[in-house]
């Protein structure tokens, strides 16, 4: 039962273009969503978040959109470089359910930026 | 980067044998968390801890046992390891629990043959 989902196991982009990594989430109690990068080797490290009160949380070359009707968000890195090139992990959390920061992960996209 | 360190970072055993895995933070939080990443599952909470000698189950908890006695560390222990556990274990920390980003430990790689 995956309650946060990433479909595409890998994405290639070109370098300068925008990269548009998607997560899907089942469960409408989720109300704090992240996303880490993870180089291999490394512990995966923080990039953004976003809480269900928003729909778009921006950090320099780095945006999250939410929507919560469809459970859906991605992630938009524009204009991608080279050093983008990591496994990108969604995760998800009832942080209001007082659940104690409970994390949950999707599988992992793995994002190629090609020079 | 936060202060965190796991050891060992790679570690190789037989089936059967006990297996501590030690987490040491210098960041001083209250929450610690030890997931397992695995190809096809992301990472998956094992077991967490909200204070000192205050720990709960996390969704793949069966075969791990944790503990707390201090401030800065957090063990995760294999008491008779088995194949299915082979893994990189990663080590977490949260100042807050439910307000704050969880920062994540360097990883250790586990093969029980």
């Known amino acids: 039962d995956q309650q946060v989902k990433q479909n595409s196991p890998s994405l290639s982009v070109q370098e300068g273009r925008i990269s548009i990594l998607n997560c899907d989430y089942t469960?409408?109690?989720?109300?704090?969503f992240l996303w880490y990068k993870k180089y291999p080797a490394e512990g995966p490290t923080f990039l953004i978040s976003?809480?269900?009160?928003?729909d778009k949380n921006e950090d320099g070359r780095f945006t999250v959109f939410l929507n919560k009707s469809a459970k859906h968000l991605s992630l938009h890195i524009v204009p991608s470089q080279p050093g983008d090139s990591a496994v990108y992990f969604c995760?998800?959390?009832?942080?209001?359910?007082?659940?104690?920061?409970?994390?949950?992960f999707g599988q992992g996209t793995t994002l190629q930026v090609k020079p | 980067d936060a202060g965190i360190t796991q050891s060992p970072r790679h570690k190789v055993t037989e089936t059967g044998t006990p297996v501590t895995l030690r987490c040491h933070q210098t960041?001083?939080?209250?929450?610690m968390y030890w997931y397992r990443q695995d190809p096809g599952h992301g990472l998956r909470l094992i077991h967490y801890?909200?204070?000192?000698?205050?720990?709960d189950k996390g969704e793949v908890s069966d075969g791990y046992s944790v503990s707390r006695s201090k401030t800065e560390d957090f063990l995760l222990t294999l008491e008779s390891a088995t194949s299915s556990q082979t893994s990189v274990y990663f080590c977490?920390?949260?100042?807050?629990?439910?307000?704050?980003?969880?920062?994540f430990g360097p990883g250790t790689r586990l093969t029980v043959l």
């Open positions: 976003i809480s269900s009160i928003k």
């Open positions: 995760a998800a959390s009832a942080k209001f359910a007082g659940n104690t920061g409970k994390l949950i």
């Open positions: 977490a920390i949260s100042l807050s629990g439910t307000t704050d980003t969880q920062y």
């Open positions: 469960n409408s109690m989720f109300d704090y």
């Open positions: 960041e001083n939080h209250r929450y």
């Open positions: 801890s909200y204070g000192v000698k205050d720990t």
